[in-house]
């Protein structure tokens, strides 16, 4: 009954702030919005009752791996629900390749783990999954829309994106530590070809008050890197506002949230000359010697309410901790990485990812003062975040522990009653539907066609999607149309989307990008079908052969 409530509270808050919503961070635009979570139910009932179809064979009884099943199958033990049981091996390998490396296995790969009888023989596919060149480029692109790298944004030029992108594949492949990772994208300085500065960069936009980039830095990092939704408390305290949505930051001021966006104060953008640069970069990132928040703007005020007060000093938002050195952002820097939130974080997100729903859902949602009624397993989350932490900020060693759990391997079909509760409980392997890349790399795994694609800024061309460093890449090509019917997104204001559609549908069907195309634009209509059929034409091998054969038979 408290969930129902709290569900009802929401929207009636929705529907009293509709008529004054909020220009930066619209209703529409929350994770946490009641029609999006309906959405996204809708959607997980649709795919759960098509994996109960497919989903027959079963691996056995599962037994428990690790401390992950621990809690999982103690809490299914307790509440009476019983679980699925293990998935076939077929079904595995399918699934943690698709997971790990984003696209399905080869087929002679296939044969022989299925002809592997070594009883450890799950782990050691995940190790060398793991292992892989392909594991970096999935994960680059999964940290590439983490932390929205693409050159739609103004500021960003195409040798930063990817420049972004590269410094994310190689830190992955060298195993660098996570906090590591982000300590650099906070303390970047220098030009934007360096890479890192571009995360800083696609929050400045020229012309806005100084403030609000201050303001779009601390509410951005917030939100990926410790899930807290901090964006609505930069325009209005949170008291009145958020009970309904976020107890904890209804406690939070305006005032609060300028002492964190103080710790950007002294981070300046600058210009670059023409004369300057190879002109693979316009703009660089620096740090002045000083400077403060305060609320005083010289000409345009921006969209945010105005500011009253200051100067305000850099003070953490969620402990009260003070900068103790000169150098702000590696102050927020430390004192961000060392905070609990920032491991339980990424740890949410991971299990996101290979579980299909968070322990805390949406996983840009946490709301530390109701954190334990919120978390479906808080202590497990808990255990995840503090492993994490005590294995050097290790994500390889992370990704290992949940994807070698048998609460991970659990089969997809489900022999008993199924009820939506039981999707919380992780009773089974809940389904997702593939992201757009996926779907194009495991048709080029199994087809043989497709690319190579040439790449804004690349020296190679290169053959997979998940190798590809923004999502308006390859540009204007059939692949590019294809993906983007598929809910690619742009990293920008439109979101990924695992909604299925007609339109994609029927590109899938037919090999051709079908659009919503006013009649005026029948001309480009036909040629991108022409493109889209030349792309399956002139990279899959039988087409070829087919068209060789008729050639021969006609003469």
């Not at 410790?226 to 309904?244: N, V």
Request: hydrophobic share 35%; charged share 20%; net charge neutral.
């Amino acid at each position: 009954m408290s969930r129902i409530a709290l569900f009802l509270s929401l929207l009636g808050f929705i529907a009293a702030a509709s008529g004054h919503d909020c220009p930066s961070y619209p209703a529409s635009k929350w994770s946490f919005n009641p029609a999006t979570l309906q959405e996204k139910l809708k959607s997980r009932l649709q795919l759960t009752n098509v994996a109960s179809a497919f989903a027959t064979d079963s691996g056995g009884s599962p037994t428990r791996q690790n401390f992950v099943d621990d809690y999982i199958f103690e809490k299914l033990q307790k509440q009476g629900v019983p679980s699925a049981p293990l998935a076939s091996d077929g079904e595995f390998i399918r699934r943690v390749t698709i997971d790990l490396v984003g696209r399905i296995p080869p087929a002679a790969r296939v044969r022989s783990f299925l002809e592997d009888s070594r009883p450890g023989k799950r782990e050691i596919v995940i190790d060398e999954l793991l292992s892989s060149s392909a594991f970096s480029d999935r994960w680059a692109t999964w940290f590439d829309d983490l932390l929205r790298n693409t050159s739609n944004y103004p500021e960003i030029t195409v040798a930063g994106r990817n420049a972004l992108h590269e410094y994310l594949r190689q830190s992955i492949q060298q195993g660098k530590r996570y906090d590591e990772m982000v300590r650099d994208l906070l303390c970047a300085s220098g030009s934007a070809s360096q890479g890192p500065p571009n995360y800083l960069l696609r929050n400045h936009v020229s012309g806005a008050p100084s403030q609000d980039f201050f303001d779009d830095l601390g509410a951005n990092i917030t939100s990926t890197f410790l899930g807290i939704p901090t964006l609505c408390i930069s325009c209005h305290s949170g008291q009145h506002h958020l009970e309904p949505i976020n107890a904890y930051l209804s406690h939070k001021t305006r005032s609060d949230f300028w002492e964190q966006s103080a710790f950007f104060a002294r981070t300046t953008v600058r210009l670059l000359s023409p004369d300057s640069s190879d002109g693979s970069a316009k703009y660089e990132i620096s740090e002045a010697a000083d400077g403060y928040y305060t609320s005083e703007i010289a000409g345009y005020p921006g969209q945010r309410p105005l500011r009253t007060g200051g100067p305000y000093l850099p003070r953490y938002l969620f402990t009260g901790e003070a900068a103790q050195g000169e150098d702000l952002r590696s102050e927020y820097a430390r004192i961000l990485t060392a905070d609990f939130q920032f491991a339980r974080n990424i740890a949410n997100r991971m299990w996101t990812h290979f579980m299909g729903i968070g322990i805390v859902d949406p996983p840009d949602g946490f709301d530390l003062a109701n954190y334990e009624t919120q978390a479906s397993h808080p202590e497990l989350l808990d255990r995840l975040a503090q492993d994490f932490v005590d294995t050097g900020f290790d994500l390889r060693h992370l990704m290992r522990r949940i994807t070698s759990s048998s609460a991970y391997q659990l089969s997809a079909g489900y022999p008993a009653n199924w009820q939506e509760p039981h999707s919380r409980l992780f009773a089974r392997k809940l389904t997702r539907r593939l992201e757009a890349e996926e779907i194009h790399d495991s048709i080029v795994q199994a087809t043989e066609a497709g690319g190579p694609y040439d790449v804004a800024g690349f020296l190679e061309p290169v053959r997979w999607a998940m190798q590809l460093p923004d999502t308006n890449e390859p540009h204007n090509s059939p692949a590019q149309a294809f993906m983007d019917l598929l809910g690619r997104g742009n990293r920008t204001y439109k979101p990924r989307d695992s909604d299925s559609s007609i339109l994609a549908g029927l590109s899938l069907m037919t090999g051709q990008p079908f659009r919503p195309i006013p009649v005026s634009h029948d001309f480009k209509r036909c040629q991108t079908m022409m493109l889209w059929k030349r792309f399956f034409f002139e990279h899959c091998p039988d087409l070829q052969r087919r068209k060789k054969n008729a050639s021969q038979l006609s003469t």
